[in-house]
Nanobody, 126 residues
Framework: QVQLAESGGGLVQAGGSLRLSCAAS????????MGWFRQAPGKEREFVAAITRSGRLTDYADSVKGRFSISRDNAKNMVYLQMNSLKPEDTAVYYC???????????????????WGQGTQVTVSS
């Protein structure tokens, strides 16, 4: 299994940037595809970004494509979400998630993920 802990959230003005980090504890981190999800008050949790086990392939929600970038460092058991050109509608709690994978897949649905972090708040002011 793996435990996940997000950090890097905070308050930022529209147009600014933040980098979220997710630290994973576990000896098989490289066996997991990773994802970022977010949930705004009163809304369902939504997919943001995903990355394969190797980090060679990524995918993004249309709403963040071109602005956000997911990456991972398997040697450090870390995954990141670089968020640029932030908008007020990006305000949400952001969650890091891990999905056990035996191949080079990534996943878009929350039910496909096995482990979740506690979340970190991102607030974008206008």
């Amino acid at each position: 299994q793996v435990q996940l802990a997000e950090s890097g959230g905070g308050l930022v003005q529209a147009g600014g940037s933040l980098r979220l980090s997710c630290a994973a504890s576990g000896r098989t981190f490289s066996n997991y595809a990773m994802g970022w999800f977010r949930q705004a008050p009163g809304k369902e949790r939504e997919f943001v970004a995903a990355i394969t086990r190797s980090g060679r392939l990524t995918d993004y929600a249309d709403s963040v494509k071109g602005r956000f970038s997911i990456s991972r460092d398997n040697a450090k058991n870390m995954v990141y979400l670089q968020m640029n050109s932030l908008k007020p509608e990006d305000t949400a709690v952001y969650y890091c998630a891990a999905a056990f994978s035996s191949g080079g897949n990534y996943y878009y649905n929350d039910y496909e993920y096995n482990y979740w972090g506690q979340g970190t708040q991102v607030t974008v002011s206008s």
